[in-house]
């Protein structure tokens, strides 16, 4: 892995270029070992929480920690195309629009013990943007290259908080085209359900169970671009202990093996069934 700008970072892909970089204010990293019609991403699997933020923020690690995405990117860590968020969700979302990406609250309590300087907050911003200048980038490389392209936007959920039966994966998808993309959603959809997990654990899947796909990360590759399919992709956390901190490691790797490989099968039959 290799420190990179922005710009950099741009032009690599602008040429085609195979690379793993961290961007060097270290708030993502983007890895492409071959160019793909598929991209694999894991906004928020960041934990980082700079200094200059602590003596503001009125949460602690582990509520920080609760409502993060733990060990989403371990889980996408082999696939060719990997973007990953490093910093906590709680300095920036990057699943929120830039308006509303710094939170005043969060999950019902306050977040900030006073309100942030602007310079503070114009740095946290700044990195959200320059995220996004890469996305579009990348996306815009791999359109033109391969017409289409799907996107796993992989996330996790606390299933402990719902009172009621939720399912082990939720993929949300009101904000997709589903006459379009229909069939492919349905087959991931199936591949998820059929994940072999240890520990007598049950895999199921559901669509717009617990989550509906609301997120700004697939709004705005849908937006920006009209023949790519975004899987907004939530395991619940069978995972780990949510409420003790504590990971599952045999369980994320059942997890990861299992992608490594449906993953990629779905990414190309996707690519025969929508390209020209």
């Known amino acids: 892995m290799e ?10 892909i602008k040429n085609e270029e195979v690379f793993h970089a961290v961007i060097d204010d270290y708030s993502f990293t983007l890895k492409v070992e071959q160019y793909v019609p598929f991209v694999c991403a894991a ?24 409502e993060e995405d733990p060990c989403t990117k371990q889980m996408i860590a082999s696939q060719p195309i990997v973007i990953s968020g490093l910093d906590s969700r709680f300095e920036y979302d990057l699943n929120r629009s830039p308006d509303v990406a710094i939170y005043d609250d969060a999950w019902g309590k306050k977040l900030w ?10 740095r946290s911003l ?8 890469v996305v ?14 799907v996107v796993y936007d992989m996330h996790s959920y606390n299933w ?17 085209d589903n006459d379009r993309f229909g069939i492919d959603i349905e087959d ?9 997990l240890p520990n007598g654990i049950i895999s199921s899947s559901k669509i717009n169970d617990t989550f509906q796909g609301n997120g700004y990360f697939l709004k705005f590759i ?17 995972y780990c202990d949510e409420r003790s901190q504590i990971i599952y490691p045999e369980v994320v790797l059942s997890v990861k093996k299992h992608l490594d490989i449906v993953l990629k099968q779905h990414a190309e039959h996707f690519y025969a069934n929508h390209k020209s």
Not at 113 to 122: D, I, K, Q
Not at 161 to 172: A, C, F, M
């Open 160 to 176: 402990q908080r719902w009172d009621r039966e939720v399912p082990t994966w939720n993929l949300g998808t009101s904000n997709i």
């Open 126 to 133: 700044q990195k959200h943007t320059n995220f996004y200048k």
């Open 3 to 12: 420190k990179l700008s922005i710009d950099q970072i741009i032009e690599k």
């Open 43 to 66: 906004v928020h699997d960041g934990h980082q929480f700079r200094k200059e933020l602590w003596e503001y923020c009125l949460h602690t690690e582990y509520e920080r920690w609760y």
């Open 136 to 149: 579009h980038n990348l996306l815009e490389k791999l359109e033109s290259k391969f017409e289409t392209c």
């Open 188 to 196: 991931w959809r199936v591949i998820l359900e059929k994940t072999p």
């Open 222 to 238: 849908t937006q920006n671009f009209t023949n790519t399919l975004v899987l907004a992709t939530e395991i619940a956390k069978i």
């Open 113 to 122: 013990r006073s309100p942030l300087p602007a310079e503070v907050r114009s």
